[in-house]
């Protein structure tokens, strides 16, 4: 079964810079995609950004646009995000998950597996 770890959240202040890393157990294939989604306090879980595994093809939710940056390492079997210009509505825990699709989906029901979250945190 796949596991998914995510890695580089914490504590940064409004504006600053912060890049996640998930790391994929199984090897990803070019019938695969990967995403992230954020759960904010309060808040129901939101889609953030995808990519896919054979083009690299990105999307991103309308909120991040131009701030987040989706990137993957094949050889690593590792999706990342970029997170500049941050904003206290940033704020979540955000989930990585990979999806049995070959291209970037934004849909939550395409993804098959997730990660346990790490939470980022951006002060004013």
């Known amino acids: 079964q796949v596991q998914l770890v995510e890695s580089g959240g914490g504590l940064v202040q409004a504006g600053g810079s912060l890049r996640l890393s998930c790391a994929a157990s199984n090897r990803m294939t070019s019938n695969n995609g990967m995403g992230w989604f954020r759960r904010a306090p309060g808040k129901e879980r939101e889609f953030v950004s995808a990519i896919s595994w054979n083009s690299g093809s990105t999307t991103y939710a309308d909120s991040v646009k131009g701030r987040f940056t989706i990137s993957r390492d094949s050889a690593k079997n590792t999706v990342y995000i970029q997170m500049n210009n941050l904003k206290p509505e940033d704020t979540a825990v955000y989930y990585c998950?990979?999806?049995?699709?070959?291209?970037?989906?934004?849909?939550?029901?395409?993804?098959?597996?997730w990660g346990q979250g790490t939470q980022v945190t951006v002060s004013s």
């Open positions: 998950a990979a999806a049995r699709v070959a291209y970037a989906s934004s849909r939550y029901a395409d993804y098959n597996y």
